[in-house]
């Protein structure tokens, strides 16, 4: 049972270009989570998906950012015209339960760069 | 590769008393870093406390603290005079010096009052 996948590990992209993170749950989970962590500083919520439905965006800024988990196919975070401060490790984290003590399995995470 | 055992699903502690959470981890490198995060029901992870492993001195927070055994590769994380906000699921984690970096499953810690 391959763990959570995602890719690509590392990204370098030009302000004002556009950023696709995916994310691959383990097998057998609907639950997907994205987290930032900004250099130094712990993981911080960004959005919380389940098939097809996002169910808590709280900790996703309002705009660029936007997340997506199709019926088939990887979750995606997207990031349209990216900006220095948006260079920052990102997490995806699935777990197979609701409620709020679930187990979350994390992925190695994306670096982004923007330069 | 480097993976991250946490070998406690869940710990129980009593408010007041004090509680050891495990963590090991298995790695061929000689510099990194060492990770506890707390995560409430709100999801939002909370960085507890961290660890450089060219460090021998244990790191400390208020209450928190480690127990770092670089030669074990053993990185448990102590909790005194728990409180019930320290309820949470804690997970441990490792990062390399190329930023890789990897969680355990986590453990969830309850408080009873």
């Known amino acids: 049972n391959a763990g959570v996948m995602q890719n690509p590990r590392h990204l370098v992209r030009r302000r004002g270009q556009e950023a696709r993170l995916r994310c691959s749950p383990m097998?057998?989970?609907?639950?997907v989570y994205w987290y930032r962590q900004l250099p130094e500083e712990g993981l911080k919520f960004m959005v919380y998906?389940?098939?097809?439905?996002?169910?808590?965006e709280s900790g996703m800024p309002k705009e660029r950012f936007s997340a997506e988990f199709p019926k088939e196919g990887p979750s995606i975070l997207r990031i349209q015209q990216v900006v220095r401060g948006d260079s920052a490790a990102y997490f995806c984290a699935s777990s197979s339960r609701v409620g709020s003590w679930e187990t979350q399995y994390f992925g190695p995470g994306t670096r982004l760069l923007v330069l | 590769a480097q993976t991250v055992t946490q070998s406690q699903p869940e710990m129980s502690v009593q408010e007041a008393e004090t509680v050891t959470l495990s963590c090991t981890y298995d790695?061929?490198?000689?510099?990194?870093?060492l990770f506890w995060y707390k995560q409430p029901p709100s999801r939002q992870m909370i960085l507890v406390i961290r660890q450089e492993a060219y460090k021998q001195q244990n790191a400390t927070e208020n209450r928190f603290s480690v127990n770092f055994q670089k030669a074990a590769k053993s990185f448990s994380l102590k909790i005194s005079d728990s409180q019930l906000g320290d309820a949470a699921m804690y997970f441990c984690?490792?990062?390399?010096?190329?930023?890789?970096?990897?969680f355990g499953a986590g453990t969830r810690l309850t408080v009873k009052p």
């Open positions: 984690a490792y990062r390399s010096n190329n930023n890789d970096m990897r």
């Open positions: 998906l389940q098939k097809e439905n996002i169910i808590d």
């Open positions: 790695t061929s490198e000689s510099d990194y870093y």
């Open positions: 097998k057998g989970h609907s639950h």
